[in-house]
């Protein structure tokens, strides 16, 4: 099963209350939470992992060092190996996070997306037309443009991808997706409490140390412009640290920031909805004990 919902909405939470009811382990579908020593600044809270003295298992928490270009390709074949892994223990697998584009990739990702990005080939390709992509991509392997559509340019981009990589090693074996049965509970905050709730988070976590942790990143993992691609608090308290603006300032530019990406969440759950994802949606604010019976009675519906 899947738990989404936008940051601040309690998702993590509900998904630990919901493996512990139904015998689940938690995957994480979280870009940033992969990281070790970035606790405060993901929002990890890995205290809500423990309910009554039981630990909830999880995965694809803490597997790489800050530093690391961890890619959509190594989270889908980490995924299938986490979810097979679960499965054949009998185990129900409960995919909980914030990153549409993670989520989707996990339930409907392709057999070649084991597949790196070719930096050198996508820099190449900024100069094309869209013409002259389609007409590349018109040339490759019938097999790649069937499993890759040529709607987009960043798909035809990447068929590209495919195609040079598997004529440079013609050994590789793509992998097999399973099929994967699952439901979709989607947490629904509106917009008023979300905007209260991540305000009062933000203060939480400057309190709790946000500043100090970003400066240890600083001092032992990431570069200033390390920070800018990691985004959101790390980009924000970053300036701060460089002297770029004042601690009210940097305040006041992450939180409007933090809203808009809440915001922007939203909108790709909107749109997996109009793409024929069926999303269940429960209300935030609703007591726990009523809301994991209510997505148990959906589960067995």
Known sequence: MVILGPTASGKTQLA??????LGGEIISADSRQLYRHMDIGTGKDLDEYEIDGVQIPYHLIDIHD?????????????????????????????????SGLYIQTALSGNSFMGIPEDKELRQQAESWS????????????E?????????????????????????????????????????????????????????????????EGLIEEV?????????????EYYG?????????????????????KLNVSIHQFAKRQMTWFRRMEKQGYDIHWVGAEMEMERKVGSIVDYLNY
């Not at 097999?176 to 989607?186: A, D, F, L, R």
């Open 16 to 21: 630990c209350h919901l493996a512990l009811e």
């Open 66 to 98: 800050p530093g690391y270009r961890y890619n959509i390709a190594e989270f889908q074949l980490d995924f299938l190996n986490c979810y097979e892994d679960i499965r054949k223990r009998g185990k129900l697998p409960v995919l909980c996070g914030g």
């Open 130 to 141: 869209r013409e002259e992509l389609e007409e590349k991509y018109g040339l490759i392997d």
């Open 143 to 207: 097999e790649i443009r069937t499993v890759i559509p040529g709607d987009t340019s960043r798909r035809l981009v990447r068929a590209l991808e495919i195609d040079q990589y598997l004529k440079a090693n013609p050994n590789f074996e793509s992998r097999t997706i399973p099929e994967i049965n699952y439901k979709i509970v989607g947490v629904e905050v509106d917009r008023e409490t979300r905007r209260n709730r991540i305000t009062t988070r933000l203060k939480t976590r400057l309190d």
């Open 215 to 227: 400066k240890y990143l600083l001092d032992n993992f990431l570069t200033p412009d390390d920070l």
């Open 232 to 252: 959101l608090e790390y980009k924000w308290v970053g300036q701060y640290l460089n002297g770029e603006m004042d601690k009210e300032q940097m305040f006041e």
